[in-house]
């Protein structure tokens, strides 16, 4: 039988995984987290659309909250029979990789997006997603899966940053581009893809983003948060411009991967 997505019960939770700490944790420090989570929102979308899987789970997402979206660029889109790889900035931590699937799904038949663990957890889209991150034991299993999703006919969606955008020095943007997709694109032979999303979280998230950091508090606050931020979008229309491919052959020695995700990532953003 298929795993699909549970409704999620944050005290549950928190008995579950660790019993002595959950005894001494407040009712109303359950009541305040989930709220910040959206526990009432998210069971009530489970129990309309937890059966569903892959394209049909992410379409049900987007009709959930109401979400659309609008397509520039379409024409640079190469024919659905090669290999290429997908990248994104990540605007918004939900509804843009969302929307990725749900635009990308429809024109490829095969897909693998590379996300966090945590993400790996909602079984309904774990025929697509990739995770990216695993430690310990299982990091070598998710090297091999990495590797052989890379080398086989799907198309590959990524978020170089790894992470959501914040806002530094006032200008809402990615961090640091990580050179994986290159070096994968080079050894794999697969044009890149530019995307750009044109979206934005709320102030709150980056200011507390911005405070968490400046206090230097390392534990990433403002990703608790990513769920209110989602469920805010309710109704909203979100622009992704196409940009054209970027040849593999052109990701030649004269810069490093490095400088060559930078130049994606710029380009990425003059879409």
């Known amino acids: 039988m298929e795993e699909t997505v549970k409704p999620i019960y944050i005290e549950q939770l928190f008995k579950s995984k660790n019993p002595k700490l959950a005894r001494w944790i407040p009712k109303f420090v359950y009541s305040f987290l989930k709220r910040v989570i959206c526990q009432d929102q998210i069971n009530d979308f489970i129990s309309k659309y937890g059966d569903q899987k892959g394209l049909d789970f992410a379409e049900g997402i987007l009709e959930y909250l109401d979400i659309s979206y609008i397509i520039e660029g379409k024409e640079n889109l190469p024919a659905p029979d090669g290999r290429y790889i997908f990248a994104a900035n990540h605007a918004?931590?939900?509804?843009?990789?969302?929307?990725?699937?749900?635009?990308?799904?429809?024109?490829?038949?095969k897909l693998k997006f590379q996300v966090n663990d945590l993400l790996m957890n909602l079984k309904n889209l774990n025929n697509i997603f990739l995770p990216v991150n695993k430690h310990g034991a299982l990091a070598k299993e998710a090297a091999v899966?990495?590797?052989?999703?890379?080398?086989?006919?799907?198309?590959?969606?990524?978020?170089?940053?790894?992470?959501?955008?914040r806002k530094v020095k006032g200008v809402v943007k990615d961090l640091e581009w990580q050179k994986s997709f290159v070096v994968k694109a080079v050894k794999y032979q697969r044009d890149i893809i530019p995307i750009r999303v044109k979206a934005e979280n709320s102030k709150f998230f980056y200011n507390l983003a911005n405070f968490r950091t400046k206090i230097g508090l390392k534990v990433n606050l403002e990703m608790m948060y990513l769920p209110?931020?989602?469920?805010?979008?309710?109704?909203?229309?979100?622009?992704?411009?196409?940009?054209?491919?970027?040849?593999w052959e052109t990701l030649d020695k004269s810069k490093t991967p490095k400088e060559w995700a930078e130049e994606?990532?710029?380009?990425?953003?003059?879409?």
């Not at 939900?94 to 990725?100: A, E, F, S």
């Not at 899966?145 to 955008?165: H, R």
């Not at 994606?264 to 879409?271: A, G, R």
Request: hydrophobic share 45%; no cysteine; aromatic share 10%.
């Open 92 to 109: 918004l931590g939900g509804p843009d990789g969302i929307i990725l699937i749900s635009f990308l799904g429809k024109i490829y038949k």
């Open 145 to 165: 899966d990495l590797e052989n999703a890379f080398a086989s006919d799907a198309q590959v969606i990524t978020f170089p940053a790894g992470m959501v955008s």
């Open 228 to 247: 209110k931020e989602t469920f805010n979008k309710k109704g909203s229309t979100f622009t992704l411009v196409i940009g054209k491919p970027i040849k």
């Open 264 to 271: 994606i990532k710029n380009i990425v953003y003059q879409l």
